[in-house]
Nanobody, 112 residues
């Protein structure tokens, strides 16, 4: 079991950028898929971006061209670079490692 811990959330103005980090308590080198998910107030948790061990990525249509996911297996970390942020990106962002291991989330608020 790998316990992910997210960081990097905060308040940012529309058009701004944030970089989320997810640190895993154990090795992620054998974890096939890692991903970022988000849940807005009153909404369901949705996939934002995923990355495989080999570096293949997927993105939600709403973030394509603005967000970028990456991972560092040596550091047991996964990242989400978020650019051109919009108010609708406001949500709690969760890191998922493998199938069952979720972090507690980090709040991202986009507001002027």
């Amino acid at each position: 079991q790998v316990q992910p811990v997210e960081s990097g959330g905060g308040l940012v103005q529309p058009g701004g950028s944030l970089r989320l980090s997810c640190a895993a308590s154990g090795s992620i080198s054998r974890i096939y898929v890692m991903g970022w998910y988000r849940q807005a107030p009153g909404g369901q948790r949705e996939s934002v971006a995923t990355i495989t061990h080999g570096g293949a990525t997927t993105y939600a249509d709403s973030v394509k061209g603005r967000f970028s996911i990456s991972r560092d297996n040596a550091k047991n970390e996964v990242y989400l670079q978020m650019n051109s942020l919009k108010p609708e990106d406001t949500a709690i962002y969760y890191c998922r490692v493998g199938v069952n291991d979720w972090g507690r989330g980090t709040q991202v608020t986009v507001s002027s």
